[in-house]
T-cell receptor, first 113, second 115 residues
């Protein structure tokens, strides 16, 4: 059974800092790993999707890496801004058929102006 | 294009009552998923529709939950009778293609509180 763990559960940083969020998963047989952002009272916004054959994906100030063999991913946020404050969720797709997402509990990020 | 729409956004009901949640996926999206997040836990998969057919309902917690997708368009998730442990946020997501690498669009969720 696939399990996803995110560390830390919460993180508070001053504006301008670079930061790293961590995600680990127990079963390396995945199709992809996805990072989402959730703002209070809002839905999930997809940030990055890394296919199992890829090592990393970049979008603006975000860079996500994937080490499938060790079951780890990191989300790097450069030059953090107060608008980055949100909960960041890591999820993997593994198993055939429904291609359901298995989520971690998330990391709540606060960027202090 | 319009996104995934869920309503109501909030619902407070008493234990034993019935509640129906609705999800309107993006037009043309054959795949529709329901997920749930209960307090302090991770978001968990409930079920997956392809058009009007249930592809996978392995995540449905028990037979008090009934999901339907009429004509392959919108979907409803009925909880009858509701219990306290059903409280949480129910998310719907849709995808155009049945492919793991295509991506999903999520709705804003319905926050259900059972008192």
């Amino acid at each position: 059974k696939q399990e996803v763990t995110q560390i830390p559960a919460a993180l508070s940083v001053p504006e301008g800092e670079n930061l790293v969020l961590n995600c680990s998963f127990t079963d390396s047989a995945i199709y992809n790993l996805q990072w989402f952002r959730q703002d209070p009272g809002k839905g999930l916004t997809s940030l990055l999707l890394i296919q199992s054959s890829q090592r990393e994906q970049t979008s603006g100030r975000l860079n996500a890496s994937l080490d499938k063999s060790s079951g780890r991913s990191t989300l790097y946020i450069a030059a953090s801004q107060p608008g980055d404050s949100a909960t960041y969720l890591c999820a993997v797709v593994s198993g055939a058929g429904s291609y359901q997402l298995t989520f971690g509990k998330g990391t709540k990020l606060s960027v202090i102006p | 294009e319009a996104g995934v729409t869920q309503f109501p956004s909030h619902s407070v009901i008493e234990k034993g009552q019935t509640v129906t949640l609705r999800c309107d996926p993006i037009s043309g999206h054959d795949n529709l998923y329901w997920y749930r997040r209960v307090m302090g836990k991770e978001i968990k998969f409930l079920l997956h529709f392809v058009k009007e057919s249930k592809q996978d309902e392995s995540g449905m917690p028990n037979n008090r939950f009934l999901a339907e997708r009429t004509g392959g368009t919108y979907s409803t998730l009925k909880v009858q009778p509701a219990e306290l442990e059903d409280s949480g946020v129910y998310f719907c997501a849709s995808s155009q293609v049945t492919s793991p690498n295509y991506g999903y669009t999520f709705g804003s969720g319905t926050r259900l509180t059972v008192v």
